[in-house]
Antibody, heavy 113, light 112 residues
Framework: EVQLVESGGGLVQPGRSLKLSCAAS????????MAWVRQAPTKGLEWVAS????????YYRDSVKGRFTISRDNAKSSLYLQMDSLRSEDTATYYC??????WGQGVMVTVSS | DVVLTQTPVSLLISLGGQASISCRSS???????????LHWYLQKPGQSPQLLIY???NRFSGIPDRFSGSGSGTDFTLKISRVEPEDLGVYYC?????????FGSGTKLEIK
């Protein structure tokens, strides 16, 4: 059974950093592109970042470019999202996904003073 | 960025009835490789999104044949026949042809 379990969320002040992790199991992690998608409270879905099978290619939406870094460790079947210079508009539930097919349960990030 | 316009915003359907959701794109979703990366998701209350249909018309693993997708180019439709109580939630279309990938704004399905 495919499982994606996110962790690392919480309350953080504007301008600070947070690192999300996603532990994958039940499939060959290195066979999948991976991505982070977020959903602000009561809002729709927003694709944030993607990473290729070996981590050699990454993609970011403009609003997080230069602030967020997506990475992966295939040996540990884990996906990460380093979020720096956080803003209030980054407040959302962040989902880890196998490029849209399978999804984790999400982790909440609240950016507030 | 590609804008996906979903209509209607909400639907009230009787059990056993049929629902139809439209997703129109601001530009063609045919990729240079010939594939069309338009997908449909359902987000049930309090849950993560789940993939229903990928590449316009292919049902994902475990999705019943009550769900069907169709369309081409810029116009796409999700049909749900014989609506059941577990079908309630918000339906989203997603395009993964053009970066940045974008979602439609969602259609809320409620059961009468």
């Amino acid at each position: 059974e495919v499982q994606l379990v996110e962790s690392g969320g919480g309350l953080v002040q504007p301008g600070r950093s947070l690192k999300l992790s996603c532990a994958a199991s039940g499939f060959t992690f290195s066979d999948y592109y991976m991505a982070w998608v977020r959903q602000a409270p009561t809002k729709g879905l927003e694709w944030v970042a993607s990473i290729s099978y070996d981590g050699g290619s990454t993609y970011y939406r403009d609003s997080v470019k230069g602030r967020f870094t997506i990475s992966r460790d295939n040996a540990k079947s884990s996906l990460y999202l380093q979020m720096d210079s956080l803003r209030s508009e980054d407040t959302a539930t962040y989902y880890c996904t196998t490029d849209g097919a399978y999804w984790g349960q999400g982790v909440m990030v609240t950016v507030s003073s | 960025d590609v804008v996906l316009t979903q209509t209607p915003v909400s639907l009230l359907i009787s059990l056993g009835g049929q629902a139809s959701i439209s997703c129109r794109s601001s530009q063609s979703l045919v990729h240079s490789n010939g594939n069309t990366y338009l997908h449909w998701y359902l987000q049930k209350p309090g849950q993560s999104p789940q993939l229903l249909i990928y590449q316009v018309s292919n049902r994902f693993s475990g999705i019943p044949d009550r769900f069907s997708g169709s369309g081409s180019g810029t116009d796409f439709t999700l049909k749900i026949s014989r609506v059941e109580p577990e079908d309630l939630g918000v339906y989203y279309c997603l395009q993964r042809t053009h970066n940045p990938f974008t979602f439609g704004s969602g259609t809320k399905l409620e059961i009468k």
